[in-house]
């Protein structure tokens, strides 16, 4: 270990007048975390403390988030010999807790800088990883596939995939190894990225050491990226993937000689972001992407153009602070090192400090009153519920229109379809602080749509919606466009999507004919039948599937047993995890009609007789899609 934060001493106090607020029921640590993961209800914390309330929690504890009560029978032992043990990077992946830092031991196993926890048992799993030693340990997450750099001696590896149900390696790695500090990895559609303070071994070039791409296929060095970020002390400290951005975190002051003080984007195609936010320092440890805003922490007194204390959450589209502001508690702070994001509630290291409330408007597209369906040039009146003091800023797609009160008459276009976005602005303290943006889709003229698209049910067992589409709709439709709410789309007739974190998202499908017309459809996902926000007490987050009409019928009865088959889609033979030995199965089509029953043996199945499609896997424990290449 090359660098490391020292630890300082804050002080921590709260203005009345503030909007925030300071958590006061979290457990008292004897040293620094410099990660939180936050799993329903309970905290999971690592540092370099060794108590928690006067209990031993060698550098990894876990904690009840509404009563602060630490959990001192889950006391795994993170520890290290001849050296300073400290754990840097908690990531939730899958079912599993996966650990990264400075350490050889865990609970008294050898395990070099990586280990993985069960989150259901909270015991130490059998994987045995080693991982390059570096200032924070760079794990990069992709649904149960994780990715870091594999250790071939302390200081030089290849970025390596693994599953974490199985603790199998996908069989993907990078072209090259790299030698150095891989401090972060982040994972897109396209390539998996790596930044820290390296060299990459063996490419014959140095503009791509420090942050480089590989693809997430064949693992190439993308060899034409070159972003050229001036490093600094730490190099890049992290990277996160959102709505088709890649955030990186860094201690430096240009991207490619441009001015981007500690944090920047690219878009997918690997051009640079307009982001370019303002601020006293270019020290970024911290970098959370949420919906159209972006917090940030690091050593700054000024962020985003305004006075934020080491910490702020700041607007992607103008680089400007919102109105969210913790300056009264952080204020005297030498940095942050660290931050995680769960609602409105923010967890900030070194010192263990929890925020919640958040002055944002959350208005949901349910709050939107006006037809989803109209005539060629039909005027139509839309509003919000008005909240005193706020603004509102419409903005119109295949019509006309313009306000900046809560209400708004549209006159719409020839069609065949519109698009209506609405944001909701919070002035206070001087500063923008508004909503995510509200899309509504419109039919105009044309097209027979129907209003009554989709229907949902919702399995607590599997955390899962089925979302159940009109059939007779789909059947004349040609083409798809999905919209999940959360940045992510899709043009599959009936996809899967995995939601990271809890809440209400609108999801949305544009079908189009074969006679060129199209028709949009909304759902709200995220509520359970009986109108509560879907949450759950072991996990964030939660899964929708989309399937035709008819097929919710055929799902059998909800059950503890989890189960999971991969490769999916397979050429030929999937490996099942979760089913014994023997287990009888059946393969179905979409519509559930039995095709053939199979057994599974030696914890695989073999499709190979199966002709190219999607079937349905129907066990005794549940239903999955799978595909067959």
């Known amino acids: ?219 190439v060095l993308d060899t034409g990226w070159q972003p050229a970020v001036s490093g600094g002390n730490f190099g890049i400290t992290q990277i996160e993937v ?106 900030i290291g070194p010192l263990l400090t929890v925020i919640s409330g958040s002055p944002r408007p959350q208005p949901e597209l349910s709050d939107l009153s ?16 008005n909240t005193a003091g706020h603004t509102y800023y419409w903005n119109v797609t295949g019509g006309s229109g313009s306000s900046t009160t809560n209400s708004i008459d549209v006159t719409w276009g020839a069609g065949p379809t519109g698009v209506l976005r609405v944001v909701e602005n919070n002035p206070g303290n001087g500063s923008n602080c508004h909503s995510d943006t509200l899309v509504l889709h419109v039919n105009v003229g044309g097209a027979t749509c129907s209003d009554t698209m989709f229907t949902t049910t919702y399995s607590a067992t599997n955390n899962e919606f089925i979302l159940e589409v009109d059939s007779a709709t789909m059947a004349q439709s040609i083409g798809y466009a999905w919209d999940f709410g959360d940045g992510s789309t899709s043009t599959a007739s009936f996809p899967t999507h995995v939601y990271a974190v809890n809440g209400v998202y609108n999801v949305c499908v544009t079908t189009a004919d074969a006679n060129g017309q199209s028709c949009n459809y909304c759902h709200a996902i995220g509520i359970d039948a009986g109108g509560n926000v879907v949450t759950r007490t072991d996990a964030d987050g939660f899964t929708i599937n989309v399937v035709p009409f008819g097929w919710v019928g055929i799902a059998p009865a909800s059950t503890d047993v989890a189960f999971d088959v991969f490769p999916n889609p397979t050429a030929g033979a999937v490996t099942v995890s979760g089913l014994a030995e023997g287990t009888v199965v059946e393969i179905a089509d979409l519509t559930g ?27 005794p424990y549940g239903v999955k899609r799978i595909g067959r290449l």
């Open 1 to 219: 270990m090359k660098k490391l934060l020292l630890s300082l001493s804050f002080p921590l106090w709260l203005c009345a007048a503030y909007a925030q607020t300071l958590v006061t029921n979290t457990p008292t640590l004897s040293g620094q975390i410099q990660a939180v993961v936050k799993v329903g209800n309970t905290v999971y914390i690592g540092g370099n403390f060794t108590q928690a309330n006067g209990v031993t929690h060698n550098h990894l504890a876990r904690y009840n988030a509404l009563t602060g009560v630490v959990d001192d029978a889950w006391n795994p032992d993170i520890n290290a010999t001849g050296t300073n043990p400290f754990v840097t990077t908690l990531r939730r992946v899958g079912g599993k807790l996966v650990v990264g830092g400075n350490f050889n031991l865990a609970d008294g196993q050898a395990r070099q800088n990586i280990c993985m926890y069960d989150l259901a048992t909270g015991a130490l799993d059998p994987w045995a990883g080693q991982s390059i030693i570096s200032w924070s340990t760079g794990i990069g997450v992709e649904g149960n596939v994780f990715y870091y750099a594999d250790a071939a001696n302390i200081f030089q590896g290849y970025v390596k995939g693994v599953n974490a149900n199985t603790g199998a390696p996908t069989g993907w790695q990078s072209q090259y190894e790299l030698n150095g500090d891989v401090n972060a990895i982040g994972v897109s559609d396209e390539y998996v990225y790596v930044g820290g303070q390296f060299s990459v071994v063996g490419s014959g070039s140095a503009l791509n050491d420090g942050l480089c791409r590989f693809d997430k296929v064949t693992g």
């Open 242 to 347: 959102n709505q088709q951005r890649v955030w990186i975190g860094f201690t430096g002051t240009t991207v490619g000689g441009v001015t981007r003080k500690g944090v920047a984007y690219f878009n997918a195609d690997g051009t640079l972001g307009a982001f370019n936010q303002t601020s006293s320092s270019y020290e970024v440890y911290g970098v959370v992407p949420i919906g159209d805003n972006v917090w940030v922490a690091g050593n700054s007194w000024q962020l985003g153009g305004a006075t934020r204390w080491k910490i702020a959450e700041i607007n992607v589209y103008n680089s400007q602070a919102t109105c969210w502001d913790a300056s009264a508690i952080t204020n005297g702070w030498g940095y942050a090192n660290s931050a995680y994001v769960a609602g409105d509630t923010v967890y």
């Open 370 to 385: 006006g037809p989803a369906n109209v005539a060629a040039a039909q005027t139509a009146t839309y509003s919000l519920p």
């Open 593 to 619: 009609r039995r095709l053939a029953g199979l057994t599974v043996h030696a914890g695989t199945l073999d499709l190979s007789a199966f002709a190219q499609g999607l079937y349905l896997l129907k066990t």
